[in-house]
């Protein structure tokens, strides 16, 4: 399994982008064949939050059909970028070598 991680941070209302999260973006990985689901995390400081992702994926060639050519690029779209203030523009990539058992 490959794990993609992003981050972005925001000073405004947290919940616009956890929703954006929920309603659009689970939405459209969902349909992506080798999708194996994502983690959005937050961290909550005294002026900001900090999110992290997590998307799984069964393959790096299912990460390449999701991402495109260029699969450190971060793929964030404007509605996200409308409710952050500060989003990375590369990803990592990493192979999941321990897993929880199903």
Same mark, same amino acid.
């Given at each position: 399994?490959?794990?993609?991680?992003?981050?972005?941070?925001?000073?405004?209302?947290?919940?616009?982008?956890?929703?954006?999260?929920? *309603?659009?973006? %689970? *939405?459209? =990985?969902?349909? =992506?064949?080798?999708?194996?689901? /994502?983690?959005?995390?937050?961290?909550?400081?005294?002026?900001?939050?900090?999110?992290? +992702? %997590? +998307? %799984?994926?069964?393959?790096?060639?299912?990460?390449? #059909?999701? /991402?495109?050519?260029? $699969? *450190?690029? /971060?793929? $964030?779209?404007? /509605?996200?970028?409308?409710?952050?203030?500060?989003?990375?523009? #590369? $990803? #990592?990539?990493?192979?999941? !070598? !321990?897993?929880?058992?199903?």
């Amino acid at each position: 399994m490959i794990v993609r991680i992003w981050s972005a941070r925001t000073s405004g209302d947290p919940s616009a982008y956890e929703q954006e999260f929920r *309603d659009h973006v %689970l *939405d459209a =990985l969902g349909g =992506l064949d080798g999708f194996r689901g /994502a983690y959005l995390l937050r961290r909550t400081a005294a002026t900001s939050t900090e999110y992290v +992702t %997590l +998307t %799984l994926f069964d393959s790096f060639a299912d990460v390449r #059909r999701f /991402a495109g050519p260029d $699969v *450190d690029a /971060a793929n $964030v779209s404007p /509605a996200a970028r409308a409710v952050l203030d500060d989003v990375d523009e #590369r $990803v #990592r990539h990493y192979t999941a !070598v !321990v897993t929880p058992p199903r």
